[in-house]
């Protein structure tokens, strides 16, 4: 919803605050693989009980996966390995970050809270998992309200300030109603697209 909002607006700030990533070519690619790597530094240290380094870190990986596909667009090196590259990343960025707070409350001894994370992270992959399957018969195909950038925010902010479990209900929430949205979507044009078909199949006989 952020990037939606945002649009080329984005690319121009980006460009604004970073202009040294654009001064000669960069591999998009390897900032995206770096932002990963970050990430999955992240998730250590939620499990090992450092939620604010973790949030910190977060923060810095999602700047790199900010940055990956401005500097594709900027320099017209953009591909479509690069895009199935920074989405693939992108769920296991989202999948080791909640397992490593899951972890950590596991440790703590607090089952419900290691429930409440492997929910977020189930229906965090469900959200994008549905746009993905949409998007093989409907293009264009963009809606919902928590979409990854905020789902990252929201856990960077909760680690920062100490309300990490706040955080992973509004996540659990969001993503949950962004999934609702999604498969009422899918279900209104998909039906309209059987509709025509169904229809276009009795005028041919």
């Given at each position: 919803?952020?990037?939606?909002?945002?649009?080329?607006?984005?690319?121009?700030?980006?460009?604004?605050?970073?202009?040294?990533?654009?001064?000669?070519?960069?591999?998009?690619?390897?900032?995206?693989?770096?932002?990963?790597?970050?990430?999955?530094?992240?998730?250590?240290?939620?499990?090992?009980?450092?939620?604010?380094?973790?949030?910190?870190?977060?923060?810095?990986?999602?700047?790199?996966?900010?940055?990956?596909?401005?500097?594709?667009?900027?320099?017209?090196?953009?591909?479509?390995?690069?895009?199935?590259?920074?989405?693939?990343?992108?769920?296991?960025?989202?999948?080791?970050?909640?397992?490593?707070?899951?972890f950590?409350?596991?440790?703590?001894?607090?089952?419900?809270?290691?429930?409440?994370?492997g929910?977020?992270?189930?229906?965090?992959?469900?959200?994008?998992?549905?746009?993905?399957?949409?998007?093989?018969?409907?293009?264009?195909?963009?809606?919902?309200?928590?979409?990854?950038a905020?789902?990252?925010?929201?856990?960077?902010?909760?680690?920062?300030?100490?309300?990490?479990?706040?955080?992973?209900?509004?996540?659990?929430?969001?993503?949950?109603?962004?999934?609702?949205?999604?498969?009422?979507?899918?279900?209104?044009?998909?039906?309209?697209?059987?509709?025509?078909?169904?229809?276009?199949?009795e005028?041919?006989?």
């Amino acid at each position: 919803m952020i990037k939606a909002k945002l649009g080329s607006e984005l690319d121009v700030w980006v460009r604004r605050a970073l202009p040294f990533l654009f001064r000669r070519k960069v591999d998009p690619n390897l900032l995206t693989v770096i932002g990963t790597l970050i990430s999955v530094g992240a998730a250590a240290c939620f499990a090992s009980g450092k939620p604010l380094a973790a949030g910190l870190l977060i923060l810095a990986g999602g700047g790199f996966d900010l940055v990956d596909g401005v500097v594709a667009r900027t320099f017209g090196i953009a591909t479509r390995f690069g895009a199935f590259l920074d989405s693939t990343l992108d769920r296991v960025s989202d999948m080791v970050l909640l397992l490593g707070i899951a972890f950590w409350y596991a440790s703590r001894g607090e089952p419900g809270l290691v429930l409440l994370a492997g929910y977020a992270l189930a229906v965090s992959v469900l959200v994008s998992y549905a746009q993905a399957r949409a998007e093989l018969v409907i293009q264009g195909f963009r809606v919902g309200l928590f979409e990854r950038a905020e789902r990252i925010l929201v856990l960077a902010l909760g680690a920062l300030s100490g309300f990490l479990v706040p955080a992973l209900w509004i996540v659990a929430i969001g993503s949950t109603v962004t999934v609702i949205q999604r498969f009422a979507r899918a279900h209104r044009e998909m039906a309209l697209m059987d509709a025509g078909g169904a229809a276009g199949a009795e005028g041919r006989g």
